[in-house]
């Protein structure tokens, strides 16, 4: 009898703590099983499996540390990624604190201007620098004939340091100004009150105190640049560095090889995650919690600061927002056959709806769809990571981080292997690349909606449940409203990012799934100038509308990725 | 070295705001002064002109027979103490204190002496090699001190220094902050919003409101003659009555249904006037011993005090505050007599701009 009570006891408490809130835990984790675990699984079985013998192999692996001709992609890649990671902080910081610190003219429309040249495909900014500079380049050709000065030239590492930088440091920037946002103005003033101040001030107090800030911006602009595959495709020439080299082992005609391609990828998986947790070390050991009753206040700059700071805010960003500028221009100029002749039309934009109109549609449908999964995803799982802390929960948010440091044409090329042969065919459809994408950008979305989660105070959702409301109407009634902003914004800049994506969309498209950033750098290819730049003007009109709506949401608050 | 501060028609403005329309002040070489006012008086806006951190739309400051209006923040050798404290969060306990001493390009021997000296002298010497936020509060204001002595400043403000702390602390670094003052012997500007912290630790308080100083008197001054009506409720709790004073030899105030006999006031006979009688300047008696007569509406425990909600014969409403004593006789609705220590009595003109007892 009493063993009875007790066992119906137990029964109830189990229960009791299986709540509508388990089931979604369990249904995310069965989701991120089927579609993350399960693909990786796949790759590292490819990659240590001789695929005529079925048996255990590291050929893969020795084959690509011992031929230099592949080994070399590693260390290029290394060394752009750093040079560029390096430089973009160089350059961000200082226009983060002038930015805070000091009156720019025109400031708001410089900020407009830096978040649209870092908002677009990169390699489309490397395809207008071709165009500005490259061997028959305007620019190159101006110098060459008129005044008899030979360019250096931009094709290899040059070009992808200064295409790549020139895209990345927004981030840095961005990242850094949303760091001096949380530093207290008393802390500048207690440094100037006590002898220190100018540029000493900016190197001893401001840099070490956003140092965190720094390392988490360093790192995505490392993974951003490690993992960038149309800018060394197109402007790298000789210089070939690792995504391009998987992107080749894989889809090449003649005999491309899953086995070898699947080895490059963990490969690249374990450089990212070892980079990703330096990182993590490194800003953990070096935070600082401040109480910023007082925020730094811009000032009049006077003199040679002001000369200067403006002179490099000008020249840095107009540099940036060039070749978008560029190629708004020659989209409007006349095409005969591949070449551009004198003259306007619209004749590009023409081309460009008829042949490629798909395209278009397939660039709203399929970011689209991707966008509502990783909204409901995102709040679902940021709801359990910081309100239902528990084992589950906890490895759904480690799980959830994976994709981080997986970089874009690696994702395809796991989604690839996996759903390409039973017991689940995806290839070819469109499910496919929602999956890449949605994958790919949930760790953003999570993170965000973590951020804006854990400023809600849990007494609120307290307050409903203890009048009555049950759980799920609580979320949905009390929740979600109060996380709305943040969530929207969120998304918004993750339709953004997905509709200039490129490195995941070319492993998996076929043709009824191509989208705009995959048909211009097909384009690009084949030397249609004209329809490229027609393509990429409305891939910017798109993303200038979305920040646009962006702004709104947001009443003009800061980006962050 | 310590200076005497001098202030000749500080104007502050913010675009077409003015914050600070014209203000002059006097401070004493090695005074404690404090500038006391409520939120957006001005206070902080002028203690940052000080400083060096606003910039001064008009007038003069001067250090000693030193015009401080162009000096970089930098070089005006003021020991600063935020409100927030503003450690360094990257720097030890140590670093912190040194920072000044070492942008002062200091021989290093003598950095580590006064380093260590005020280390001591604050108590906080054990935790030198501490990162600040493993620090509690007052641990983090004795560094901030530290840090804004030990430069050897000629002025050392300080912006509400204890109004992030919890009340016990606050009343210890209080002290701590008075004797400090006292032994270092330095002029010390001192802002804040408490009236109570105010009194207890400053030499003299400028009363401020709207960018204008008030008065400017010792804490005693202050609250038993106020300057006006301002001061008057600012500075502690006062009941105000108005009436009406009256001809005749008897030097009375009438007031709705008694009058009260306060000796000669410098005004006009039969003018209006407000009358500021602090809660603790009634005795109350149940005898009647020709006090006003009056009924008990509600009291108030609070512990040392009781304080009771009288209603006068006119019908106002005032509070006493009584000494709290065992079995007390007081009960709501019980009626009561009330005499009122008259020479702690202040009468304002109706306006409530003068001051008439203080001008006796």
Redesign the interface.
Known sequence: MVLEILAVKTEFKLLKKFDVWSLVTLLLLGLYALFLIYPLMNLLTQSVVDKSTGEFTLAYFIKFFSKPYYFNTLLNSIKVTFCVTLLTVLLGTPLAYFFTRFHIKGKAFLRILIILSSMSAPFIGAYSWILLLGRSGVITLFFRNTIGIQFPSIYGFTGILIVLTLQLYPLIFLYAAGALKNV?N??L?????????GLRRFRI?VV??ILPTLFAGGLLVFMKSLADFGTPMLIGEGFRTFPVTIFNEFISELGGDDGFAAAISIIAIIITTFIFLIQRYLSTR?T????S?NKIHPVQARGFTKIFIHLYAYSLIGLSIMPQVYIFYTSFKKVKGTTFVPGYSLGSYYDAFDKVGRAISNSLVIPGISLLVIVVFATLLAYIIVRRRNIFTGLADTISMIPYVIPGSVVGITLLIAFNKPPIILSGTMLIMIVGLTLRRLPYTIRSSVAVLQQIPLNVEEAALSLGSSKMKTFYKITIPMMATGIISGAILSWVTMISELSTAILLYVGRTKTLTVEIYTQIIRGNYGIAAALSTILALLTVISLLIFNKVTRGEDLSM | MSVNITINNAVKKYGKNTIIPDLSLDIKDKEFFTLLGPSGCGKTTLLRMI???NTIEGGSFFFDDKCINEM?????N???V?????I???YTVQQNVE??LK??KLPKVEIQRATDEFLKLMQIHDYKNRMP?SLSGGQQQRVALA?ALV?KPDVLLMDEPLSNLDAKLRLEMRQVIRNLQKEVGITTVYVTHDQDEAMAISDRIAVMKDGVIQHVGTPQEIYHRPANIFVATFIGSTNLIEGDFTPADDNTVKLPGYKLRIGNLPCDRNTPVILSIRPEDFAMTKKDEGGIRSTITDSLFVGLNTHYFVELPGGQNIEIIHESVMNSVFRTGDTVFLNIKVDKINAFSKDGSRNFSREN
């Open positions: 207290d008393s802390l003033e207690a440094s100037d009150n006590l002898g220190c101040s107090i070490p105190l070096k600082f919690s401040m109480s009753l | 400083a060096g951190f970089e923040v930098s070089r005006r003021i020991g600063m935020f409100q927030n404290y503003a360094f969060p990257h920072f000044g942008n002062r936020e840090r430069i």
